[in-house]
């Protein structure tokens, strides 16, 4: 207090999505106006401080101050055109907000929760459910499901994923075991409240108005699986390879897990993941809140896949996860990827690149 030295200042809060759990706010820097001592209740001395914060600040504080707000009352939201996106095809509601310019929203779409494939499709394998009747358990060897993920539960108690994996198989629904049993994320749905907002110089993106933890499940990639990509002819639509998630594309390789500090990238560790054939979704005419999601290169969201059964077949899902902690109202981005040689042989690589305005420091400058 007499040298005027400047304080730091976090506040601590229940975390909505882990009850269990508190997360901490940076409010910015304070500084001691006052300081003084009295008795507590049990005769101890208590020397308290009154704190005065510095002016200029645009804190964390105020925008966690404010998404209070809208989650009491969403038409306070600056910029609201919609209070549900969705029309309650999820269980949580997702804003649609625009703070730039006149745009009502984005281009018509059919808002899906999951993905859709055709009775055609070849990647449909049979496959029957386990046998568990209240909840699975680690290391049973008698759950089929357990196994087929090497004998542990790919996630972690609260729901987060333990690592990467090759291919994650949930129980399905001819299984027996509790509809919240652990093995089951991806078809819970998402956990928190998401906003798709206009940015200045990407179109529409997405964000999140809660915190979320590193592994937290987004979302997954829902649209219509389709057999190829059809090329874009002079004059013709084609389809619209803004809204395409393909498998086959060449990602960046890294490794993760929960326990790792910031989830860095790991260029000599990478997973192969094991996909029967190459899946390719549209989400062009009907999607969720994943069609949404800005390319970045130095991402803080990435792709899994995962398997469960529906009426004794096995329909693959791709599931998006927090690659890092995330704070509120940052936007939620992943790396699309970009097409194999053998796909680009009959055009040149500059066929279908676009310019990348992610800003991070390891902007490669463009994307497909």
């Not at 105020?62 to 009352?73: A, L, N, P």
């Not at 999140?208 to 997954?220: L, N, V």
């Not at 054939?277 to 999607?287: E, F, H, Q, V």
Request: hydrophobic share 30%.
């Amino acid at each position: 207090m007499h040298r005027a030295n400047e304080v730091r200042v976090i506040r601590g809060f229940k975390d909505a999505t882990h009850q269990t759990s508190k997360v901490y706010v940076y409010d910015g820097l304070y500084k001691v106006q006052e300081s003084w001592m009295e008795k507590g209740k049990t005769g101890c001395n208590m020397f308290k401080y009154k704190l005065v914060r510095l002016p200029g600040q645009t804190g964390a504080f105020s925008t966690w101050k404010s998404i209070r707000k809208w989650k009491e009352d969403p038409s306070s939201r600056d910029g609201l055109i919609l209070p549900d996106l969705t029309s309650g095809a999820e269980s949580i509601p997702v804003s649609l907000v625009n703070e730039v310019d006149d745009e009502k929203g984005p281009a018509y779409f059919t808002y899906v929760s999951t993905v859709k494939y055709p009775k055609s499709f070849k990647l449909v394998q049979p496959s029957y459910g386990c046998n568990c009747r209240d909840a699975c358990q680690a290391g049973n060897s008698n759950c089929s499901c357990i196994q087929k993920n090497g004998g542990d539960f790919p996630y972690i108690t609260t729901g987060i994923l333990a690592c990467r994996m090759p291919m994650i198989f949930e129980c399905g629904s001819s299984c027996p075991c509790f509809r919240n049993c652990k093995n089951r994320v991806l078809q819970t749905g998402f956990k928190v409240h998401f906003e798709v907002f206009k940015t200045r110089d990407k179109g529409w993106g997405l964000r999140s108005w809660d915190p979320i933890r590193a592994g937290t499940f987004i979302c997954e990639y829902a649209g219509e699986v389709i057999e190829k990509i059809k090329e874009k002819a002079d004059g013709d639509d084609g389809e619209n390879n803004d809204y395409v998630f393909n498998t086959n594309r060449v990602y960046e390789s890294f490794k993760w897990n929960h326990e790792t500090e910031s989830a860095e990238e790991r260029s000599d560790t990478s997973e192969k993941f094991d996909i029967p054939s190459p899946l390719i979704i549209s989400s062009k005419n009907s999607g969720n809140i994943a069609r949404f999601m800005n390319h970045s290169c130095s991402p803080n969201v990435f792709w899994q896949p995962i398997m469960y059964e529906h009426n004794n077949e096995a329909f693959l899902h791709i599931a998006f996860f927090a690659k890092k902690h995330i704070p509120p109202m940052t936007e939620l981005t992943y790396d699309y990827g970009i097409p194999r040689s053998d796909e680009t042989e009959s055009n040149n690589m500059e066929h279908g690149k676009k310019k990348c305005l992610c800003g991070s420091p390891k902007c490669r400058g463009y994307f497909y």
